[in-house]
């Protein structure tokens, strides 16, 4: 899915992702790592201590077509997320997404996923769409 950028207020977490699931105001948090980049490039550094002490869950996949690894992190009870958003990517990867879901669609589970409010999920869908089409009007 085409990273898109969110409106003024809504998001994203970057750089509090680990604070946030800390206090139990976040349940996942989701980064990439492309070739060459490591742990304080992707963000995910500080992740390592609590996966270790079993405060945080990690779940990954590498996709040796993109030599992309998806690092997926989660509060314990939460890893049906993780699961889950991994599963759709390797769908998203192979079409088998687009199959079934929309592009909104897509992006209301992944905002689920994360853990962000309904309304804001909806304030980014409509956000998204208001660039697609002035772009498409120019």
Same mark, same amino acid.
Not at 76 to 80: A, D, F, L, N, S
């Given at each position: 899915m085409p990273k898109r950028t969110p409106p003024p207020g809504i998001g994203p977490h970057n750089g509090r992702e680990l604070e946030m699931m +800390?206090? %139990? *105001?976040k349940p996942? #948090? +989701?980064?990439s790592a492309e070739p060459g980049m490591d742990a304080e490039d992707i963000g995910d550094a500080?992740?390592? +201590? &609590?996966? #270790? *002490? %079993?405060y945080i869950l990690k779940f990954s996949h590498f996709d040796p077509a993109t030599s992309i690894e998806e690092r997926c992190y989660c509060l314990?009870?939460? *890893?049906?997320r993780c699961k889950l958003s991994l599963l759709i990517s390797r769908m998203g990867r192979s079409g088998e997404a687009f199959d079934v879901f929309t592009s909104n669609d897509l992006a209301?589970? *992944?905002?689920?996923? +994360?853990? &962000?409010?309904k309304g804001d999920i909806e304030v980014f869908i409509a956000h998204a769409a208001s660039r697609t089409s002035s772009r498409t009007n120019e």
């Open positions: +800390l206090r %139990g *105001e996942m #948090a +989701l980064f500080r992740f390592k +201590l &609590y996966v #270790a *002490e %079993g314990p009870t939460e *890893e049906w209301r589970l *992944e905002g689920t996923l +994360l853990g &962000y409010p």
